[in-house]
């Protein structure tokens, strides 16, 4: 249109500035993680650097659940299902033949998978991708579907993923789960994939497709009204979401060396659930920042379930005592502050009330 | 441009809309009239794709030579074809700034895939700074561009109604349907209202159909009015005619 060519020119600076900023500020962060992840496998013990690997895996979670339901409003349970088909997948895919033979005592594992062995990066990229041809398969029947019921559809599927895994002796191993799994996920892994799914997440919201997914969110009969495509989009966003989601539970899988299907329950997802509601549906950064802390404070809680012994008294532990005070605190939370923890951050991220 | 036929929308038992047939030319304004719950939106509804008509057919020419049968269509398809609303009560994208419930509107015709976009793939980003150009554009048109990143929902209502109709002609519609327009405005704005669909009708070539209750802006602007009553088609034809009509006299008697 000729008639835009003049305005073009006031908008050119104010956004290249924007823009500039964002890199720099990116730049800084990556660089700071970087720095930080090196002093870390140099000074701290396994166990701190198991909970660093962690927060990784549970940003790329947080970061893909949010994008289902913080971004395109779905409300979806799905999660620990995808979580399931990427660790097992990159399980069978990266475990060494003999120690397949000797998990697979009690039926033998299927010929084709018997003798395959692939190295860490395209097990999970399979993962990935199986994860996401799954969400497409299970999404494409049940987007269509309001709310409350595509929570039950979508916690449906991942229960079937769940007692399926349990029962394919021959390709799961059924409920004696896999043992084994060599550790690849060391903290360069765990947050490599994490940075890699921040930029993805937000490239994505940034972008027209991002903003077409919000817009499914605000008002799907306006949306279709203005020419998008409900369908596409929500498959789409679905089929992004279990890519991230199958990708880090292969990360879970590396990590942890050892899975069974009882891991991928419900609680599993409620737990991203919970991440996802306290850094604020809709925001990247804040998914981000309450991934750390809600993984630092699982652990950091653990002395209330055991005894503590102040010299004089010895206060016994309540087993489960973790859980209450952190769930209390959860509750704070969500009464005092709706939006998350964070205050909104400068940027494009719409903010989500709670409707 | 548009052919509506033989139109019936039943739900259940009640009957919506019953016969409805109406023709709308290129370039023309074309008026909806009717008493409250006559219909009106509902005949917007069906030919969006919204409902499904019981019975009867649609046809739309956007161009020459290209005839579709809007039925059956999904209202996506049929915003790509050409046809854009927007709605009796404002459905802004709430949450979202003004300057980006406009360039959604614009989405719809993007070329370039999703990966593309996530990558700034040259193409895309060329295509998204269009947009951005084409958005501000039309913001300056309706008077908003200082209120771009606003939040949609933070403005008062009628500049909701004026970000609505960016919104649309950011479809690059052929033929706009306009569900009441003027709903709440003062005689000002009106005024600027009925200016302002002249404009963009001339800008933008378009045609245009609208639901209206405020006689002075259907009776200045449209060519044609139809009116419905009840679901019954029972005048057509220019506004002077349809003014003198018994029919459409006894059913807005008592109504302003």
Redesign the interface.
């Known amino acids: ?1 000729p ?3 003049a ?2 020119k ?2 050119g600076e104010g ?1 290249t500035m924007r823009e500039q900023q964002r890199r720099r500020l990116a730049l800084i962060a990556i660089l700071c993680t970087v720095l930080a992840l090196f002093l870390a496998n140099k000074y701290l013990d396994d166990y701190k650097i198991r909970i660093i690997n962690l927060s990784g895996i549970y940003v790329t979670l947080g970061l893909s659940m949010n994008l289902i339901n913080g971004f395109t409003g779905l409300f979806s349970l799905g999660h620990a299902g995808f979580m399931a088909v990427g660790a097992y997948t990159v399980g069978l895919l990266t475990m060494p033949i003999p120690m397949k033979e000797m998990n697979f005592f009690f039926q033998p594992i299927v010929p084709w998978l018997a003798n395959v062995e692939m190295g860490f990066l395209p097990a999970l990229l399979v993962a990935g991708l199986i994860s996401a041809f799954l969400g497409v398969l299970i999404g494409a029947p049940v987007l269509r579907l309001r709310d409350d019921y595509l929570a039950i559809a979508t916690l449906g599927f991942a229960e079937i993923i769940r007692v399926v895994f349990t029962n394919t002796q021959s390709l799961t191993n059924g409920a004696l789960g896999l043992k084994g799994i060599p550790n690849y996920t060391n903290t360069w892994w765990s947050w490599g994939v994490a940075f890699v799914t921040i930029w ?1 997440v937000s ?2 919201i940034r ?6 997914f ?2 499914i969110r ?2 799907e ?10 369908f596409k989009h929500k498959v ?1 966003s679905f089929a992004f979401a279990s890519f991230f989601a199958g990708v880090a539970g292969g990360l879970l899988a590396s990590l942890l060396g050892t899975i069974d299907p009882n891991m991928f329950r419900i609680t599993l997802t409620f737990n991203i659930l919970l991440i996802v509601v306290l850094g604020g549906l809709g925001r990247i950064a804040g998914t981000v920042i309450a991934a750390v802390v809600v993984t630092v404070m699982m652990e950091a809680l653990r002395f209330l379930d055991e005894s503590i012994n102040l010299g004089f008294v010895q206060i016994k532990g309540i087993p489960g005592m973790r859980m209450v005070i952190f769930s209390i605190i959860l509750i704070l939370v969500v009464v005092l502050r709706r939006e998350g923890l964070l205050t909104r951050l400068k940027g ?1 991220e ?4 709670e409707n | 441009m548009l052919r509506i036929e033989n139109l019936t929308m039943r739900f259940g038992g009640v009957v919506a809309c019953s016969s409805f047939h109406a023709e709308i030319k290129p370039g023309q304004i074309v008026g909806l009239i009717g008493p409250n719950g006559a219909g009106k939106t509902t005949v917007f509804n069906v030919i ?1 794709g ?1 409902y499904r008509p019981t019975e009867g057919q649609i046809f739309f020419t956007p161009r020459e030579g290209e005839t579709h049968q809007l039925v059956g269509l ?4 049929i ?2 074809l050409g046809i ?2 927007t ?1 009796q009560n404002i ?7 003004v300057l ?1 419930n406009v ?8 070329r ?1 895939n ?1 990966l593309s ?4 793939l040259p193409g ?1 980003a060329r ?8 958005s ?2 039309l913001l ?1 048109k309706i008077g908003l561009q200082d209120f771009k990143d606003e939040k949609a929902s933070s403005l008062p209502y009628g500049m909701q109604r004026r970000l609505e109709m960016a ?2 002609l ?2 690059s519609p052929k033929l706009l349907l306009l569900d009441e327009p003027a709903a709440g405005m003062n005689p000002q704005e009106t005024r600027e209202l009925i200016d302002f669909i002249q404009e963009i009708k001339e800008e933008f070539g378009l045609t245009i159909f609208l639901i209206e209750h405020h006689m002075e802006v259907v009776m200045e602007i449209s060519e044609r009015i139809y009116v419905l009553d009840h679901g019954v088609l029972i005048a057509e034809g220019s506004p002077s005619e349809v003014q003198r009509n018994a029919k459409v006299i006894e059913a807005y008697l008592g109504v302003g």
């Open positions: 249109m008639c835009c060519a305005v073009g006031n908008r956004e993805f490239f994505l972008g027209s497709y991002g903003k077409a919000m817009a605000e008002d009969i306006a949306a279709e009204a203005m020419g998008i495509n409900l789409l494009r719409a903010s989500y009330a | 969006t919204v999904t209202p996506d398809r915003a790509k854009c609303r709605f459905r802004l994208f709430g949450q979202l700034s980006d360039f959604i509107g614009s989405h719809l015709r993007l370039s999703v976009s996530v990558l700034r895309y295509e998204e700074r269009e947009i951005y150009e084409k501000l554009y300056e919104r649309a950011a479809t």
